[in-house]
Protein backbone atom coordinates (compact mmCIF):
# COMPACT_ATOMS: atom_id res chain seq x y z
CA UNK A 1 0.00 0.00 0.00
CA UNK A 2 0.94 3.29 -0.96
CA UNK A 3 -0.12 6.42 0.09
CA UNK A 4 0.76 9.90 1.63
CA UNK A 5 4.71 9.51 1.13
CA UNK A 6 3.96 6.25 3.28
CA UNK A 7 4.32 2.28 1.89
CA UNK A 8 2.99 -0.44 3.66
CA UNK A 9 3.72 -4.43 3.16
CA UNK A 10 2.02 -6.82 5.16
CA UNK A 11 3.31 -10.30 5.91
CA UNK A 12 1.15 -13.11 8.14
CA UNK A 13 1.90 -17.45 8.28
CA UNK A 14 0.48 -19.78 10.27
CA UNK A 15 4.26 -21.13 10.78
CA UNK A 16 4.09 -24.69 12.23
CA UNK A 17 0.56 -24.33 13.06
CA UNK A 18 -2.63 -26.11 11.55
CA UNK A 19 -3.97 -22.66 11.29
CA UNK A 20 -3.41 -19.14 11.67
CA UNK A 21 -4.67 -17.42 14.39
CA UNK A 22 -2.92 -13.71 13.31
CA UNK A 23 -4.48 -10.91 11.85
CA UNK A 24 -3.46 -8.12 9.50
CA UNK A 25 -5.24 -5.22 8.30
CA UNK A 26 -3.86 -2.15 6.21
CA UNK A 27 -6.14 0.61 4.89
CA UNK A 28 -5.43 4.18 3.24
CA UNK A 29 -7.39 7.28 3.32
CA UNK A 30 -7.22 10.50 1.22
CA UNK A 31 -5.04 11.73 3.90
CA UNK A 32 -3.97 8.58 6.68
CA UNK A 33 -2.49 5.72 6.90
CA UNK A 34 -3.84 2.63 9.09
CA UNK A 35 -1.87 -0.47 10.00
CA UNK A 36 -3.39 -3.38 12.61
CA UNK A 37 -1.78 -6.49 13.81
CA UNK A 38 -4.10 -8.33 16.04
CA UNK A 39 -2.58 -12.40 17.38
CA UNK A 40 -5.46 -14.65 18.81
CA UNK A 41 -4.52 -16.55 21.58
CA UNK A 42 -4.57 -19.87 20.68
CA UNK A 43 -4.67 -21.61 24.11
CA UNK A 44 -8.28 -20.03 24.58
CA UNK A 45 -10.07 -21.11 21.31
CA UNK A 46 -11.31 -19.03 19.10
CA UNK A 47 -8.40 -16.83 18.72
CA UNK A 48 -8.51 -16.46 15.12
CA UNK A 49 -12.46 -15.48 15.19
CA UNK A 50 -11.07 -12.54 17.80
CA UNK A 51 -8.25 -11.29 15.87
CA UNK A 52 -10.12 -10.65 12.58
CA UNK A 53 -12.76 -9.22 14.18
CA UNK A 54 -10.73 -6.52 16.01
CA UNK A 55 -8.96 -5.86 12.56
CA UNK A 56 -11.63 -5.68 10.88
CA UNK A 57 -13.62 -3.29 13.43
CA UNK A 58 -10.37 -0.64 14.02
CA UNK A 59 -10.02 -0.40 9.85
CA UNK A 60 -14.37 0.29 8.98
CA UNK A 61 -13.53 3.07 12.61
CA UNK A 62 -11.18 3.97 10.18
CA UNK A 63 -12.79 4.66 7.30
CA UNK A 64 -15.27 6.94 9.23
CA UNK A 65 -12.41 9.10 10.67
CA UNK A 66 -12.49 12.53 9.36
CA UNK A 67 -8.54 13.54 10.12
CA UNK A 68 -8.92 14.91 13.37
CA UNK A 69 -7.59 14.25 16.74
CA UNK A 70 -5.34 10.98 16.28
CA UNK A 71 -5.63 10.59 19.92
CA UNK A 72 -9.34 9.89 19.60
CA UNK A 73 -9.35 7.56 16.85
CA UNK A 74 -6.94 5.61 18.47
CA UNK A 75 -9.53 5.21 21.77
CA UNK A 76 -12.64 5.12 19.87
CA UNK A 77 -11.57 2.50 18.08
CA UNK A 78 -9.97 0.35 20.59
CA UNK A 79 -12.78 1.15 22.69
CA UNK A 80 -15.66 0.07 20.27
CA UNK A 81 -13.44 -3.23 19.28
CA UNK A 82 -13.37 -4.16 22.86
CA UNK A 83 -17.12 -3.76 23.12
CA UNK A 84 -17.77 -5.77 19.56
CA UNK A 85 -15.86 -8.39 20.67
CA UNK A 86 -17.37 -9.24 24.11
CA UNK A 87 -20.76 -9.15 22.43
CA UNK A 88 -19.92 -11.33 19.83
CA UNK A 89 -18.46 -13.68 23.11
CA UNK A 90 -21.73 -13.20 24.48
CA UNK A 91 -23.41 -14.30 21.44
CA UNK A 92 -21.26 -17.39 20.58
CA UNK A 93 -21.52 -18.25 24.20
CA UNK A 94 -17.61 -18.11 24.35
CA UNK A 95 -16.66 -15.80 27.70
CA UNK A 96 -13.90 -17.46 28.35
CA UNK A 97 -12.60 -17.70 24.63
CA UNK A 98 -11.99 -15.26 22.20
CA UNK A 99 -8.76 -13.01 22.84
CA UNK A 100 -6.70 -11.35 21.08
CA UNK A 101 -3.59 -9.10 21.14
CA UNK A 102 -3.80 -6.19 19.21
CA UNK A 103 -1.41 -2.69 18.29
CA UNK A 104 -2.02 -0.22 15.62
CA UNK A 105 -0.61 2.52 13.41
CA UNK A 106 -1.38 5.58 12.27
CA UNK A 107 0.29 8.43 10.30
CA UNK A 108 -1.34 11.56 8.53
CA UNK A 109 1.64 13.24 6.69
CA UNK A 110 1.44 15.51 10.20
CA UNK A 111 1.84 13.06 13.26
CA UNK A 112 2.32 9.20 13.93
CA UNK A 113 0.39 7.62 16.57
CA UNK A 114 -0.47 4.07 17.92
CA UNK A 115 -1.87 1.93 20.54
CA UNK A 116 -1.49 -1.42 21.88
CA UNK A 117 -2.74 -4.20 24.26
CA UNK A 118 -0.97 -7.77 25.01
CA UNK A 119 3.05 -8.37 23.50
CA UNK A 120 2.39 -7.79 20.08
CA UNK A 121 5.14 -4.84 19.54
CA UNK A 122 5.47 -1.99 17.40
CA UNK A 123 9.22 -0.94 16.83
CA UNK A 124 10.10 2.65 15.92
CA UNK A 125 13.32 3.08 13.86
CA UNK A 126 14.25 6.59 12.41
CA UNK A 127 17.41 6.46 9.91
CA UNK A 128 17.97 3.60 10.12
CA UNK A 129 18.20 2.45 13.95
CA UNK A 130 15.90 1.59 16.76
CA UNK A 131 14.33 4.34 18.63
CA UNK A 132 12.33 2.04 20.39
CA UNK A 133 9.52 -0.17 21.08
CA UNK A 134 6.22 -1.01 23.17
CA UNK A 135 6.44 -2.98 26.01
CA UNK A 136 4.66 -6.15 26.42
CA UNK A 137 1.95 -6.81 28.91
CA UNK A 138 3.54 -9.92 30.02
CA UNK A 139 4.80 -11.88 33.04
CA UNK A 140 8.23 -11.14 31.60
CA UNK A 141 7.90 -7.73 30.42
CA UNK A 142 7.42 -6.89 34.03
CA UNK A 143 10.37 -8.83 35.42
CA UNK A 144 12.50 -7.11 32.92
CA UNK A 145 11.10 -4.10 33.81
CA UNK A 146 11.81 -4.55 38.07
CA UNK A 147 15.35 -5.36 36.93
CA UNK A 148 14.81 -9.28 37.59
CA UNK A 149 15.82 -10.36 34.40
CA UNK A 150 17.65 -8.63 31.65
CA UNK A 151 15.17 -7.71 27.88
CA UNK A 152 17.13 -10.71 26.29
CA UNK A 153 15.63 -13.46 28.95
CA UNK A 154 12.46 -11.75 27.68
CA UNK A 155 12.73 -14.45 25.01
CA UNK A 156 11.61 -18.12 25.56
CA UNK A 157 11.12 -17.10 29.12
CA UNK A 158 9.30 -20.10 30.45
CA UNK A 159 6.15 -17.27 31.32
CA UNK A 160 6.26 -15.09 28.39
CA UNK A 161 2.87 -16.05 26.86
CA UNK A 162 1.29 -15.64 30.55
CA UNK A 163 -0.45 -12.14 29.02
CA UNK A 164 -2.31 -9.93 31.84
CA UNK A 165 -3.76 -7.29 29.47
CA UNK A 166 -5.78 -8.51 26.13
CA UNK A 167 -8.47 -7.69 24.07
CA UNK A 168 -11.78 -9.82 25.03
CA UNK A 169 -10.70 -9.81 28.41
CA UNK A 170 -12.70 -7.87 31.03
CA UNK A 171 -11.74 -4.27 31.39
CA UNK A 172 -11.95 -1.97 34.23
CA UNK A 173 -10.33 0.65 32.75
CA UNK A 174 -8.56 0.62 28.86
CA UNK A 175 -6.43 -2.05 28.79
CA UNK A 176 -4.18 -0.38 26.01
CA UNK A 177 -1.72 1.80 26.33
CA UNK A 178 -1.12 4.57 23.70
CA UNK A 179 1.81 5.75 22.02
CA UNK A 180 2.62 9.20 20.71
CA UNK A 181 1.63 11.27 18.66
CA UNK A 182 5.15 12.35 17.28
CA UNK A 183 5.78 14.64 14.20
CA UNK A 184 5.97 12.98 10.46
CA UNK A 185 9.21 12.71 9.14
CA UNK A 186 11.34 11.83 6.65
CA UNK A 187 13.38 8.00 7.12
CA UNK A 188 10.95 6.67 9.71
CA UNK A 189 10.05 2.80 9.75
CA UNK A 190 7.30 1.67 11.57
CA UNK A 191 7.00 -2.42 12.33
CA UNK A 192 4.04 -3.92 13.53
CA UNK A 193 4.68 -7.68 14.75
CA UNK A 194 3.32 -10.62 16.52
CA UNK A 195 5.34 -12.56 19.01
CA UNK A 196 6.05 -15.23 16.65
CA UNK A 197 7.63 -13.15 14.79
CA UNK A 198 9.86 -11.35 17.47
CA UNK A 199 10.72 -14.07 19.02
CA UNK A 200 13.41 -15.16 16.57
CA UNK A 201 14.83 -12.22 15.24
CA UNK A 202 16.95 -10.03 17.58
CA UNK A 203 16.45 -6.23 16.99
CA UNK A 204 20.46 -6.32 16.28
CA UNK A 205 19.37 -8.32 12.84
CA UNK A 206 16.61 -6.14 12.39
CA UNK A 207 18.47 -2.91 12.17
CA UNK A 208 21.24 -4.47 9.53
CA UNK A 209 18.26 -6.06 7.49
CA UNK A 210 16.60 -2.65 7.11
CA UNK A 211 19.74 -0.53 6.43
CA UNK A 212 20.02 -3.15 3.19
CA UNK A 213 16.65 -2.78 2.41
CA UNK A 214 15.18 -0.19 -0.17
CA UNK A 215 11.28 -0.81 0.68
CA UNK A 216 9.14 -2.48 3.22
CA UNK A 217 8.57 -5.12 1.49
CA UNK A 218 12.56 -6.10 0.94
CA UNK A 219 12.84 -5.33 4.57
CA UNK A 220 10.13 -8.00 5.89
CA UNK A 221 10.80 -10.74 3.45
CA UNK A 222 14.62 -10.62 4.55
CA UNK A 223 13.45 -10.59 8.50
CA UNK A 224 10.91 -13.49 7.33
CA UNK A 225 14.08 -15.98 5.93
CA UNK A 226 16.17 -15.17 9.77
CA UNK A 227 12.75 -16.10 11.60
CA UNK A 228 12.50 -19.14 9.92
CA UNK A 229 16.08 -20.11 10.38
CA UNK A 230 16.15 -19.55 13.37
CA UNK A 231 12.81 -21.21 14.38
CA UNK A 232 13.69 -24.42 12.28
CA UNK A 233 12.82 -27.43 14.36
CA UNK A 234 10.71 -25.62 17.11
CA UNK A 235 7.29 -25.81 16.01
CA UNK A 236 7.31 -22.23 15.28
CA UNK A 237 3.98 -20.20 15.89
CA UNK A 238 2.35 -18.25 13.57
CA UNK A 239 3.65 -14.90 12.56
CA UNK A 240 3.43 -12.16 11.00
CA UNK A 241 4.73 -8.39 10.65
CA UNK A 242 3.53 -5.32 9.02
CA UNK A 243 6.07 -2.39 7.92
CA UNK A 244 5.03 1.30 7.42
CA UNK A 245 7.76 3.09 5.51
CA UNK A 246 7.71 7.24 5.42
CA UNK A 247 9.38 8.64 2.44
CA UNK A 248 12.96 6.76 2.07
CA UNK A 249 11.93 3.70 -0.04
CA UNK A 250 11.19 3.22 -3.18
CA UNK A 251 7.45 4.43 -4.79
CA UNK A 252 6.23 1.13 -5.65
CA UNK A 253 3.21 -0.08 -4.62
CA UNK A 254 3.59 -3.02 -2.08
CA UNK A 255 2.42 -5.99 -2.33
CA UNK A 256 0.56 -7.34 0.57
CA UNK A 257 0.45 -11.09 1.44
CA UNK A 258 -0.70 -13.80 3.72
CA UNK A 259 0.01 -17.29 3.78
CA UNK A 260 2.65 -16.92 1.17
CA UNK A 261 0.27 -15.50 -1.49
CA UNK A 262 -2.98 -14.20 -0.30
CA UNK A 263 -4.00 -11.15 1.63
CA UNK A 264 -6.78 -11.32 4.20
CA UNK A 265 -8.98 -8.26 4.34
CA UNK A 266 -11.07 -9.57 6.86
CA UNK A 267 -0.84 10.76 27.42
CA UNK A 268 -2.66 8.26 29.23
CA UNK A 269 0.73 6.36 29.69
CA UNK A 270 3.03 5.83 26.63
CA UNK A 271 5.29 3.05 26.91
CA UNK A 272 8.46 2.87 24.73
CA UNK A 273 11.73 1.87 25.62
CA UNK A 274 14.61 3.62 24.51
Request: glycine share 8%; proline share 3%; net charge negative.
Amino acid sequence: MESNHMTCYALSSRGGREANEDSVAVARSPFAALCVLADGLGGHGMGDVASQLVCRHIKEVFGKWQGADMERFLRDSFDSAQICLTLEQVRLKAQDRMKTTAVAVVADGAQVGWAHVGDSRLYYFKDGSLVGRTLDHSVPQKLATAGEIQECQIRGHEKRNQLYRVMGKPWKKPAYVLGGPIPFEDNQVFLLCSDGFWEYILEEQMEELLRRSETPKEWILAMEQEVLKNGAGKNMDNYSAVALFTNHCSRELSENRLQKSEWREDKAESEILP
